[in-house]
């Protein structure tokens, strides 16, 4: 079982940044794929990026790519999503996610936070 903590969102104008924090629980996070999602009103479940379990791997959607950046410290249990250059399309409620296979997918992802808001407004 894997608890995990999503922070760090907020109220942010266009073009500003943002780095997002979730803290996962237990001695085995080193052992999951890592992976942040958002969800805008009225929208289904996005994919943003993902990491492995190293940190050696990771990947992008193309609507984040080259504003976003996916790390992790095992060390601490933490990953990180350092937004850059926000658009009020970014504006949702970001979700991090643990899975056991390195993946795109919402489905394979078995453990999942409570979110945390990101607004940005223009």
């Known amino acids: 079982q894997v608890q995990l903590v999503e922070s760090g969102g907020g109220l942010v104008q266009a073009g500003g940044s943002l780095r997002l924090s979730c803290s996962a629980s237990?001695?085995?996070?080193?052992?999951?794929?890592m992976g942040w999602f958002r969800q805008a009103p009225g929208k289904e479940r996005e994919f943003v990026a993902t990491i492995n379990r190293s940190g050696g791997d990771t990947y992008v959607s193309t609507s984040v790519k080259g504003r976003f950046t996916i790390s992790r410290d095992n060390a601490k249990n933490t990953v990180y999503l350092q937004m850059n250059s926000l658009t009020p399309e970014d504006t949702a409620v970001y979700y991090c996610?643990?899975?056991?296979?390195?993946?795109?997918?919402?489905?394979?992802?078995?453990?999942w936070g409570q979110g945390t808001q990101v607004t940005v407004s223009s």
């Open positions: 237990g001695r085995t996070f080193s052992t999951y794929t």
């Open positions: 996610a643990a899975s056991r296979v390195y993946s795109t997918r919402a489905t394979s992802y078995d453990y």
